[in-house]
């Protein structure tokens, strides 16, 4: 295949994501200034929608990459990450669906505000929710550029800083224009995307050891150099206690810090009633399962195909194995833009970071219109309409 093939397919997917997500904002996207509209979507979404929207928010490009790596670097420790993961959206749907389901709330600090004193509560929040998504939204538009940059073939620290301005506009407008349910159609967009890379990949790489799961993982093991052991905890940390410790901390950052991250914790407010909750639940927790399964297998993949000597020999974090399996499971590419599996996988990955770039926008977005703003700033002299449009005597 020639260069121009696959840069061209890079472009045609990454354009039809863009016209397909613009689309779908317009269709959410309402004539009125009506705050409820804008920041919960009237409960427009159904519980299966609902559920893969919050499934989306959870799975971010750490998920997908980093995740990968960890099984492909550390066997069971990145396991047990996966499971972490999906634990976590479990105790955030179960603890946290009441007191944030369909109230009439917008933001964490609308809750907050109704137990304790309104305005350091809201001010409280926001700073919160603004500490919380800088770090990640940078995280989340660099990882973006980088392989946005990657895709149209285009190196150079310029090409990167461009495509990351270019992303970080375009993630604005999203937010801007959809509101909770154009971003909510975005992050089931995705989701249905990284759900069918996965299994594409899942499928290849299964497909190499003759359909045949526990050849796959003895091939990982082998291929580690540890054998066995490779499955059994202590290969990212250690086996000291110091180690067993750090184990302990990551699995309860992700099971309970992941549940109170702004931009998921807002997908709770535009559900209505406990059955609606039930039924999101169970959407949101079999996505977010399913994957887990998905990346365990790529992640032993990677493993057993490139090898852990080569793929610490790329990056001793293991976030590139995800890249490098689609470039062993298509023997005949020579480069990295040259792989049409390559590409596909590329795009998914850019996708995922572009819908967690527009969930955080909009939380950050919601928190300092609506709790610092509406509430703080301009007390009962700031409508519900102009809250939303906001420029030279009310009009922008």
Same mark, same amino acid.
């Given at each position: 295949? #020639? !260069?121009?093939?696959p840069?061209?397919?890079?472009?045609?997917?990454?354009?039809?994501?863009?016209?397909?997500?613009f689309?779908?904002?317009?269709?959410?996207?309402?004539?009125?200034?009506?705050?409820?509209?804008?920041y919960?979507?009237?409960?427009?979404?159904?519980?299966?929608?609902?559920?893969?929207?919050?499934?989306?928010?959870?799975?971010?490009?750490?998920?997908?990459?980093?995740?990968?790596g960890?099984?492909a670097i550390?066997?069971?420790?990145?396991v =047990?990450?996966?499971?972490?993961?999906?634990? #976590? &959206?479990?105790?955030?749907?179960?603890?946290?669906?009441?007191p944030?389901c369909?109230?009439?709330?917008?933001?964490?600090? !609308?809750?907050?505000?109704?137990?304790?004193?309104?305005?350091? $509560?809201?001010?409280?929040?926001?700073?919160?929710?603004?500490?919380?998504?800088?770090?990640?939204?940078?995280?989340?538009?660099?990882g973006? %550029?980088?392989?946005?940059?990657?895709?149209?073939?285009i190196?150079?620290?310029?090409?990167?800083?461009?495509?990351?301005?270019f992303?970080?506009?375009l993630m604005?407008?999203?937010?801007?224009?959809g509101?909770?349910?154009?971003t909510?159609?975005?992050? &089931?967009?995705?989701?249905?995307?990284?759900?069918?890379?996965?299994i594409l990949?899942? +499928?290849? +790489?299964?497909?190499?050891?003759?359909?045949?799961?526990? #050849?796959?993982?003895?091939?990982a093991?082998?291929?580690s150099?540890? %054998?066995?052991?490779f499955?059994?905890?202590?290969?990212?940390?250690? !086996?000291?206690f110091?180690?067993?410790l750090?184990?302990?901390?990551?699995?309860?950052? =992700?099971?309970?810090?992941?549940a109170?991250?702004?931009?998921?914790?807002?997908?709770?407010?535009? &559900?209505? @009633?406990?059955?609606?909750?039930?039924?999101?639940?169970?959407?949101?927790?079999?996505?977010?399962?399913?994957?887990?399964?998905?990346?365990?297998?790529?992640?032993?993949?990677?493993?057993? &195909? +490139?090898?852990?000597?080569?793929?610490?020999? $790329?990056?001793?974090?293991?976030?590139?194995?995800?890249l490098?399996?689609?470039?062993?499971?298509?023997? @005949?590419?020579?480069? $990295?833009?040259?792989?049409?599996?390559?590409? =596909?996988?590329?795009?998914?990955?850019?996708?995922t970071?572009?819908?967690?770039?527009?969930?955080l926008?909009?939380?950050a977005a919601?928190?300092?219109?609506?709790?610092?703003l509406?509430?703080?700033?301009l007390?009962?002299?700031?409508?519900?309409?102009?809250?939303?449009v906001?420029?030279?005597?009310?009009? #922008?």
């Open positions: 295949m #020639s !260069d121009f093939e840069r061209t397919l890079a472009f045609v997917l990454f354009a039809c994501f863009i016209a397909v997500s689309l779908l904002c317009i269709l959410a996207a309402t004539d009125s200034d009506d705050p409820s509209e804008f919960i979507g009237t409960g427009a979404l159904g519980p299966m929608q609902n559920g893969l929207a919050i499934a989306g928010d959870y799975i971010s490009a750490a998920t997908v990459l980093s995740t990968t960890t099984i550390a066997g069971f420790d990145g =047990l990450i996966t499971m972490s993961t999906v634990v #976590s &959206i479990l105790v955030f749907l179960l603890v946290m669906a009441g944030l369909g109230r009439g709330r917008y933001t964490l600090g !609308d809750v907050l505000a109704e137990r304790l004193s309104e305005r350091p $509560a809201r001010i409280g929040t926001a700073v919160l929710v603004l500490m919380v998504t800088m770090p990640l939204l940078t995280v989340q538009l660099n973006a %550029g980088d392989m946005m940059s990657l895709l149209i073939g190196p150079g620290s310029a090409s990167v800083t461009g495509c990351t301005i992303i970080g506009s604005v407008c999203y937010a801007a224009l509101g909770m349910k154009g909510g159609f975005i992050q &089931i967009l995705k989701t249905v995307i990284l759900l069918g890379a996965f990949l899942a +499928v290849l +790489v299964i497909k190499r050891f003759d359909w045949n799961p526990a #050849s796959l993982f003895g091939a093991a082998d291929k150099g540890y %054998g066995d052991a499955w059994e905890s202590g290969r990212q940390f250690g !086996d000291s110091t180690g067993k750090e184990v302990i901390s990551v699995q309860l950052t =992700l099971a309970v810090g992941a109170c991250l702004p931009h998921i914790t807002m997908r709770l407010h535009p &559900i209505r @009633g406990a059955r609606a909750a039930r039924a999101a639940t169970t959407w949101a927790v079999g996505a977010v399962a399913v994957l887990g399964g998905l990346i365990v297998i790529v992640g032993a993949g990677a493993t057993a &195909i +490139v090898g852990l000597p080569a793929l610490r020999a $790329a990056d001793p974090t293991g976030t590139n194995s995800l490098l399996l689609t470039r062993a499971l298509d023997p @005949g590419a020579e480069a $990295a833009h040259r792989s049409l599996l390559f590409t =596909l996988v590329a795009c998914a990955v850019v996708v970071t572009l819908a967690a770039v527009a969930g926008t909009l939380a919601a928190s300092l219109a609506h709790d610092v509406a509430k703080v700033v007390p009962e002299r700031l409508s519900p309409a102009r809250e939303l906001r420029g030279p005597r009310g009009r #922008s």
